[in-house]
């Protein structure tokens, strides 16, 4: 009987550990794509960034020293 409740709990972690695993990749996919088309969309998607920004390529690039 114990190991049944042993095995069924190691399933059960599984597919939680799984479903989070899914859940973050689809976050990441959905809004980890930032392509801007000037350099003001940049202080949109970073606001709190202390240094200049530029787009260039569709990226948005800090300028730092």
Do not use: H, W
């Not at 530029?54 to 730092?64: D, G, H, K, P, R």
């Amino acid at each position: 009987m114990q190991i049944l409740f042993i095995n069924r709990m190691a399933e059960i972690l599984k597919f939680i550990y799984n479903a989070i695993l899914f859940v973050s990749l689809y976050f990441i996919v959905i809004y980890g794509e930032l392509v801007c088309d000037t350099d003001d969309d940049c202080l949109k998607f970073f606001p709190d960034n202390p240094y200049p920004m530029e787009c260039i390529n569709s990226i948005c690039l800090s300028l730092t020293d």
